[in-house]
């Protein structure tokens, strides 16, 4: 399991949002409140837009973010108006700089927390899912690698929710034909550097936290005096594992099986629910 | 501060000390129960005896206990009779492989929970009451091998109670000469190899958790039914930063101000107290 | 490409083998004269046998082993009969312990300098060949561990040569079936804790070096004065990348398309073939 | 010793001059040809000015620069007018992400290509003339960092050549006193963000190599063809351990025994001389 979070809006220094926030996900790699673990420790990465560059810069390393200092070098130096930031707990998995999140594929960023059941039972079965011109790119051993390789295999780049719906009925499909019962538990954020999308679903109806930041004129009214709010547009969203602070009405959770779209002009919020037709059979 | 374990007695697999108790270094480097911190998650070293070779074997990294393969291979296939474990939580320092305990001088071995106040403050008159052909083995930045350095500038291996004693002395005659009150806190765990000393102090008389083993034939007719036990000599120890379990008996808290000596044949316990008289001046 | 050596015999410590020699393992991270790449400096592996365990302990790392003060650690205090070392070059692939050599499966150990070409092509046809109750224990992104798992769907734990000729005609195969020629270039060596089998070959025929100790009692006569050959028994042989030192007739030059097998008794040499029939389809 | 390159003038993404060059500074990681090892690969650092912050970034690393991925992530994605780049060969102290460089104090960074000679004989008396305010903020173990100390302690923030003549100064006077012959080799880069001062001496007179680039119009008039060049201002200079290129006419040698500066208008170039008048004592 892990934490995540993911900003959208006015260009910041990264540290402003993963850094100084007094439940900041530093704090959160050592004292997670909501969580599955209290510790993510085992690897961190970051990742970011800027205009520059057509790709995301990605750092991820296999320490635990607490006490990086590179982290805190880039953190401290990088203004970017779109980046994901992540720590990992392994449930099980090497700690290795392939393992972290997030994960790249061109333009394309993902990152997940959560699980699928028994991945070590179903891991084969969903690898052969995996489009073959992709599937040689895969460097790590992760769950969560393997679920961004299934949403490219499905079309992310083209309909994010339609491939995220896709890939979670492929592994539940899959999951029941190896008498795996509710197999799969995320949150998911993904991004083209415009929009990002962040999923919460889980085959059991319980999933792991997830908070959105509530509009930001509506916050700067409530709270006319937090100056940071007054630097930002109204469209700068977070969506977060857990909530950074304790400002009242800053926070809305996420209901369970939907996700949300972070974008220029109006955010939105969907049901979410896999997609179990026409599913390409896994290979066995 | 930290958490270690040392252990003295009929040669083992390290693994069947630091590993599989239910409360083992590795559970307390992600669930300290006494320690100041719940995460002891900046790295971690050990340290053991074998016969073959007069040095003793380190082992240390600045990767997580929790998540080093190298720590489990390495205890999973090493015996011995006498070893030191260290799990650190950096309190400021710099995360490296010079900064992780245990330190080694020949066939010494040192390791310490605990700190100096303000340690920024006091580092310089510290390091230059440090014997000056031992200065320029100083490897890392931390109180904790500053600490060791001058304990074996007061002849640590000559007589190690009365060497700890002046070195405490020295680090608060220092803190006082600049204002820094209640200066010092340690456990610290000395080896020559043959015997360990376990140091519990602290200026403010509120030193950090220290336990030891109670004697293995009472643990024994306490508890007929625990096979481990068994297997162990009449002389084995261990002392530990907090219990490995809750096997009731098992553990007598080390009091404060008091040092212990692990010793074939009987162990014993001592008052413990600062020397002051006869201290170099330190350098200023 | 890599460089790699594997010791059965006497008893020794492994620094006298991996630390102390002329042109060591050590040696050859900086400065291999042999190998396709000077500099091994991606990560390194050992792997040795002691008679308490039943597996091998392995230590791997991503840092080079010429600055890697553990693996001098371990190696100046570990004694065995039988152990393999490792020095990776990657060719591309991510530098992460669990890419790093030997691989090992229960008593198995298994380490490869080589490549297989055009890899990424080859890569998922060649994973679907893997045993399905197997395939989910692939940790890392290399050929060289993808062989040794080909090798143990193809009974390497019953018959070695014969597992790994299956292995590398299917290797041939798959690139053939995808127009990739000349495909194979491995030097291997693999154990069970008890005999050694090393193999050279290439599909081009022009393979990596390989060399083994010449046997201990003729060198003896030639060296009486070499105090280091009068602790070995007669049955201690090294297989490795390049040689050791510059003592002249230690070192035999292991033929094309050749393996050899090191065991207690007397040693043996054949030649190597891969084997194309009764392979299974590979999956695509 | 190491390899480092400066570079000051239009902004460039950092990968332009650090990963692209025919004989970039990853190049000379593994093979440089002109340093007193092939091999600098015990750790790398960068560090670069960007105007919206007041202290350079530093990212520093103990893997070597030819395979750390952050590296080129960072290189690839970030712009910047003035940075650093450095590569490391240890020469026998730790490698460790505090003996890194570039070294860092507010807006200066400093490094260093060299060694003190003995310096395991001389680092007290030089640590000790390091000013008692800045002493307790040495992190590392080198003879580098301890120079950047020492020019801090002698004016380095307010005038950097009489800083610097003063540091070699103190170092031959202990040296002397300590019966070490020509005990300093250094090429030192420094930098406020500003300006660049490249030192090139040693006690013996015959220095590690250092080069300067041309004046940038007078290369664009011996090479039109070369697109890269018209991109730069006038004022674009490098200086580097070793030429990154063949161009011809692009480099100049720096002459042993003096420093340049790097700056908006002219470069300048003058003698450099240890500076031995006025010394404190060193501590002894």
Redesign the interface.
Known sequence: MCRWIAYSGTPV?LSQVLLQPKHSLIDQS??SRMGVE??N??GFGIGWY?E??AEP????????A??N??LR??A????SGLFFGHIRA?TG??????NCHPFRSGRWMWMHNGAISE???L??DL??AVD?SL??D????TDSELMFFLALTFGLTEDPPAAVARMAGLIETTADARGVPLPLQMTVAVTDGERVWAFRYSSEGRSRSLYVSAEVDALRALHPDVSFLRELSDETRLVVSEPLGDLPGAWNEVPENSYGVVQPGESALHDFRPEYAGLPPS?R
């Open positions: 220094l050592l004292h209290t510790t420790g085992d800027q520059e560059t810069a990605v750092l991820r390393d296999i320490s635990p607490w006490n200092r590179n070098e880039i401290r130096h990088t203004r392994s998995t090497a700690v290795q700089q392939s991945f070590h039972r891991r084969r690898a052969l073959p599937y040689a895969i460097e790590g051993s290979g």
